[in-house]
């Protein structure tokens, strides 16, 4: 298989991953609340991916704490902020502004950084 191909199914897979969090996520963001999903997603996430960690090369202490201020703002408080969303919101809703997200970020990038 080619490996754009492979790239393409690994996207894919990604983005499905992705939305079906959101929508399992609803009916926990009552019961568990946001803190708890987050910190639960993330257990299970860092053993996941620390294989593809290790075997790549090491990283410097710079890219290390960038790595980690980019894992606290752009996933421990993304999904907390949107298991919070969810207990106020639809699923609907959120699925709606999770997909605007790209554009507003972009929106964002060039009102903040020119």
């Not at 490996?3 to 609803?26: D, H, Q, R, W």
């Not at 704490?65 to 207990?87: H, M």
């Amino acid at each position: 298989m080619k490996e754009e191909s492979l790239g393409g199914i690994y996207l894919a897979l990604g983005f499905a991953m992705a939305g079906s969090a959101t929508v399992a996520a609803k009916p926990l963001a009552g019961v568990l609340g946001p803190f708890a999903i987050t910190a639960a997603s993330l257990v299970f996430a860092l053993p996941a991916l620390a294989p593809f960690v290790l075997r790549g090369p090491r990283p410097s202490a710079r890219e290390l704490g960038a790595t980690a201020l980019l894992g606290f703002f752009g996933i421990f408080l993304y999904r907390l902020c949107l298991v919070s969303a969810l207990s106020r919101a639809s699923a609907a809703e959120a699925g709606l502004m999770t997909g605007a997200a790209p554009a507003l970020t972009a929106l964002g990038a060039w009102a903040l950084l020119g």
